[in-house]
């Protein structure tokens, strides 16, 4: 059986022998093209690279700036050194141990017998024997003429200023009146013992006009003169004099 098996075979080998050789190249080609074009394939073929991958940085917020320093704290005042007082001992008080029975009494100088001169009348308290009623304290007995010089005195204390008794109105310059000049002349006069007037000169000046008009008026015054213990002095006096234009 096997080998009419076998002869078949290999009768049908020998009857197809022909056709087997033609096939085999042509498989052989045809693995070979195929197996080209794979290798070619695999050839040209070209892979996707991926591209590379981009670094991302992240990058932080800068942090905010610390706080400035606290103001520094004002320096202290120095204290002031409190200087303790010192203590004082108080003095001890010793009583005495013997109370004398009677208190001694201070002693005084014996008082001088002053003569009582005999007064004078019309006399100045104060005066001295032989001197004139009516005189002056300070002047020397006998004398004359009055007792503290010639020169003019200041008004005050003891000295009585005179009193006005006829005034001259000043007249007003037509060069001023014209003008509209006013003002105030302030001058300053001798009055005599006689309550005369002399030597007027001028303290406060407003205009010349008006100043020479104010010294005319003022010299033909009159006074009841100064007194200095009810004797006529000569004095100085002020006078003001008023320009005023109605």
């Keep these: 059986m096997f080998e009419d098996v076998l002869i078949e075979s290999s009768g049908e080998m020998k009857k197809r022998g022909p056709k087997k050789v033609i096939s085999l190249p042509v498989s052989i080609a045809l693995h070979v093209l195929v197996l080209g074009a794979v290798l070619g394939a695999s050839i040209w073929f ?99 003429g009055p007792g503290v010089g010639d020169e003019p005195l200041r008004v005050g204390g003891e000295v009585k200023a005179p009193l006005l008794t006829n005034k001259v109105e000043p007249s007003y310059p037509e060069a ?39 010294q005319r008026a003022v010299q033909q015054w009159r006074y009841r003169p100064a007194t200095l213990n009810g004797r006529a002095v000569r004095v100085y006096l002020t006078v003001t004099v008023t320009f005023n234009l109605h």
Excluded: H
Excluded at 55 to 72: D, E, G, L
Excluded at 184 to 199: H, R, S
């Design 46 to 144: 070209v892979e996707d690279v991926p591209e590379p991958p981009i670094p991302v940085t992240f990058y932080a917020a800068a942090p905010p700036p610390p706080p400035p320093p606290p103001p520094a704290a004002p320096k202290a005042a120095p204290k002031a050194e409190v200087i303790k007082p010192v203590p004082v001992k108080p003095t001890e008080m010793t009583a005495p141990t013997i109370i004398p029975e009677t208190v001694p009494v201070p002693l005084s100088a014996p008082e001088e017998d002053v003569p009582e001169g005999e007064g004078v009348e019309g006399g100045v308290e104060g005066g001295v024997p032989g001197g004139v009623p009516g005189g002056v304290l300070g002047g020397v007995p006998g004398g004359t």
């Design 176 to 214: 001023a009146r014209k003008a509209r000049m006013e003002g105030v002349v302030i001058l300053e006069a001798i009055i005599t013992a006689a309550g005369n007037v002399e030597d007027v000169r001028v303290l406060k000046s407003v205009n010349p006009l008006l100043d020479s008009a104010a």
